[in-house]
């Protein structure tokens, strides 16, 4: 069985500074509800068996929208709601989404909800056999980067300043990428494990903990970079727009 997670539980404080009312980034949209960032994601996994998505913040206007608007896929979404979202990092609502995966020997797909991408990158990850850690074109500045560095025995680190002030690599270093915020595990069992090996202070801690803690030890030969040539991440409704021209020129 392959399974989509996709996280949309923060507040998206910056978003809403711009809106009328208060929204989730993935729900807004402008024009048509075909437009909203979570409609565009789950279109371009529609062939996977189940859709988790895990909210927090505003979760009954997202059962809403998903009966509204995503019917066509409501036999195969599971919602799931983090109830930590304004106490505890990303990483919870991560930890929500796989503890809903079924098949323990399946593969599972991590989508962060605030995210637009090209369905040509995004086709190339849904097709990969390996392990995929995505990476984009955009410059890396610490202010809005998930950075990631390959050390000099190939390992993958990841690195975020949630103040947004600056990184650092503390090592030699082979490569070093933004991430695409998009991965792909092909063991669900080995997602579990790492999460059920995370200290208390890892879990309130954000994603990128059960990331590493999945990567770490990974023979090189059984994961794939794959870039995403067209990456938007939407931090405000600025971000959005520029989203929505580019599918209305599609």
């Not at 539980?9 to 978003?15: D, I, S, W």
């Not at 610490?142 to 600056?166: F, M, W």
């Not at 994961?223 to 929505?244: G, L």
Request: charged fraction near 25%; charge should be negative.
């Amino acid at each position: 069985m392959k399974t989509l997670i996709v996280t949309v539980a923060g507040t998206a404080t910056r978003f809403n500074r711009d809106t009328a009312e208060p929204t989730l980034k993935c729900l807004y949209y402008e024009e048509s509800p075909e437009y909203a960032l979570l409609s565009q994601i789950l279109a371009k996994t529609a062939g996977y068996d189940r859709l988790v998505i895990v909210g927090g913040y505003l979760f009954d206007k997202l059962g809403e929208f998903v009966d509204r608007h995503l019917g066509r896929y409501r036999d195969r979404i599971r919602l799931v709601c983090n109830e930590r979202y304004d106490t505890y990092g990303s990483g919870y609502s991560l930890i929500r989404g796989i503890g809903a995966v079924e098949d323990p020997d399946g593969e599972v797909l991590f989508v962060e909800g605030d995210l637009y991408f090209d369905s040509a990158s995004y086709e190339r990850v849904l097709r990969s056999e390996r392990n995929v850690i995505t990476v984009n074109r955009e410059f890396i500045l610490a202010e809005k980067a998930v950075a990631l560095y390959v050390d000099e025995a190939g390992e993958p680190h990841y690195i975020y300043d949630t103040s947004h002030r600056s990184l650092a690599i503390p090592e030699p270093f082979r490569a070093v990428y933004n991430s695409g915020q998009i991965w792909k595990f092909r063991s669900a069992d080995r997602l579990r494990r790492v999460v059920a090996a995370l200290s208390p202070e890892q879990e309130r801690g954000t994603n990128l903990e059960i990331v590493q803690g999945y990567f770490a030890g990974l023979p090189a030969e059984e994961t794939e970079f794959v870039p995403i040539e067209t990456w938007y991440n939407c931090n405000t409704v600025a971000d959005y727009r520029n989203v929505h021209a580019i599918i209305k020129r599609q």
